[in-house]
């Protein structure tokens, strides 16, 4: 299901796994992305013949304006993003080192719930990225 | 004749306005209060402006597109 992303350092095939996790945990999710800092797309879980590359590029977009609008209101960055659209939510979570846990779900998901289920996993993928305990800091 | 001509403006008038309440809900479609919202480091929850808020909408059908949620 999962469409692979480009294996680096950082292990993305166990990122991806990661990624199945939360969905399965979270069976709203239907696509779920890990971003780094520069928008680099370092993993994600999307259906067959969804474009990476736009994907990860409107993501990144997201991502910076989140960043953007968080400086702007007093903070440094966002903990968490939750946008609602016609046809779903997507939902961002910040990562340590300036990454980025994407999600998105269908329009009656029970958002409080996937973005609890994505702070839990939020630790997990800064570990892997080596961000978390253990990891670069 | 009088009163007929009457009615027609009358009717015209209440078309014009059903059709220019029509495009203000059309153009108003955009992003909403509340639809996006932003939890900050601090832990404070913000909304963004209008226009940021409108962005991050835009953005987001984009992203659900994409990922064939959306036609």
Redesign the interface.
């Known amino acids: 299901m999962a469409e692979g992303g480009a294996a680096g350092a950082t292990g993305a095939g166990e990122l991806e796994g990661v990624l199945e996790d939360l969905r399965a945990l979270s069976g709203e999710v239907?696509?779920a992305a890990v971003l780094l800092k520069d928008g680099e797309l370092e993993a994600a879980t999307?259906?067959p013949?969804?474009?990476r590359e736009?994907?990860a590029a409107?993501?990144a977009?997201?991502a910076g304006?989140?960043r953007r609008?968080?400086r702007e209101?007093?903070?440094?960055?966002?903990?968490?993003?939750?946008?609602?659209?016609?046809?779903?939510h997507?939902l961002l979570v910040?990562l340590e080192g300036g990454g980025t846990l994407a999600a998105?779900t269908?329009p009656d998901a029970r958002v409080g719930l996937v973005l609890y289920d994505m702070r839990n996993t939020r630790k997990e993928v800064e570990k892997m990225i080596g961000f978390g305990e253990g990891g670069q800091g | 004749m009088r009163r007929t001509f009457g009615r027609v403006v009358l009717l015209g008038a209440a078309a014009g306005a059903a059709y220019a309440l029509l495009n203000y809900l059309r153009d108003s479609e955009g992003a909403r209060k509340g639809d996006v919202q932003i939890v900050l480091d601090t832990g404070a929850t913000v909304e963004p402006d209008p226009a940021e808020a409108q962005e991050f909408a835009d953005i987001a059908r984009k992203v659900l597109e994409i990922g064939g949620q959306t036609r």
Do not use: H
Not at chain 1, 80 to 85: H, S
């Open positions: 239907t696509t999307l259906p013949g969804v474009d736009r994907y409107m993501l977009a997201l304006i989140a609008s968080s209101k007093g903070g440094s960055s966002f903990s968490q993003v939750r946008i609602k659209g016609e046809g779903g997507v910040g998105t269908g």
